[in-house]
């Protein structure tokens, strides 16, 4: 049986080969001690609040003046609000709502948009800083941009009057840079950077003509907390062809609802 020993051989040179092969292997690649590299963080936040029932029924009576004296029917469809349409509500949702009174109409919107980074070196919060940033800059607020003014800012001091006002247009005061307190104290009334609303905000005024005569006015409120940004718009077209939506008014109660809204979403 000569031919016994010659497979014997040629069984141990395959299993010496086969010992061997690890030379092919990827993971015998890896250097002990090599750096790892780990995904950046992902946001807080998953999901988006449904819009249509982010403002309470209180506060939409109180922005929507005019509505409550409408039939039950016609005040529900008012304030069930219209919802923005969107193809993935995890990303972006909105809903808007419109009244008309005697006096003026007016209406109120309001977006959220969940910011996802797909680069695992760049967090979500960090992307959406950057999303958030050209917002600012579209507004002419960024910070250090000529311009932008913060939230301490006082009368007199350099900046850009609210978007579109004429000059000598009807109003006085509420088309001015500033408005008189009841104490006497000027108020900043322009395009500014706002503190203590999410991680980052800024406050835009827009005064505009619809047609040849009427004008309306747009208050935005844009704020960033995490990976979410909010936007809040509230504009008022007076009836009277005349008369100026008073800025003051439309700012408090943007601004008022925009950190109720910021509240929310950290609870």
Not at 190 to 219: C, I, K, M, N, Y
């Amino acid at each position: 049986m000569a031919y016994v020993p010659g497979v014997a051989l040629l069984a141990a040179l395959v299993a010496g080969c086969s010992a061997g092969s690890g030379a092919d292997d990827p993971a015998a690649d890896s250097k002990p001690g090599s750096p790892t590299v780990s995904a950046a963080p992902p946001g807080k936040y998953r999901t988006l609040p449904e819009s249509c029932r982010a403002v309470p029924r209180s506060t939409l009576k109180d922005l929507l003046p005019g509505t409550a004296e409408l039939p039950e029917k016609q005040q529900e469809k008012v304030y069930e609000g219209t919802a923005t349409v969107t193809y993935d509500t995890d990303r972006k949702v909105g809903c808007r709502w419109s009244s008309n009174a005697p006096d003026a109409s007016r209406s109120l919107s309001i977006d959220f948009e969940r910011v996802v980074s797909y680069d695992p070196s760049v967090s979500d919060d960090n992307r959406t800083d950057e999303v958030y940033s050209k917002k600012e800059d579209a507004a002419g607020l960024a910070p250090g941009a000529t311009g932008a003014t913060p939230s301490s800012t006082v009368a007199g001091s350099p900046g850009p009057t609210p978007s579109g006002s004429p000059s000598g247009s009807p109003g006085g005061a509420i088309d001015s840079p500033s408005a008189s307190t009841s104490a006497g104290i000027t108020e900043d009334l322009r395009p500014r950077l706002l503190e203590g609303l999410g991680d980052a905000a800024f406050l835009d005024d827009e005064l505009t003509r619809a047609g040849s005569t009427a004008q309306h006015r747009t208050v935005s409120v844009v704020f960033r907390t995490s990976n979410v940004i909010v936007t809040v718009q509230y504009t008022e077209q007076p009836a009277g062809i005349t008369e100026v939506p008073d800025s003051q008014e439309l700012q408090e109660k943007a601004q008022a609802l925009a950190r109720r809204l910021a509240e929310t979403l950290s609870e």
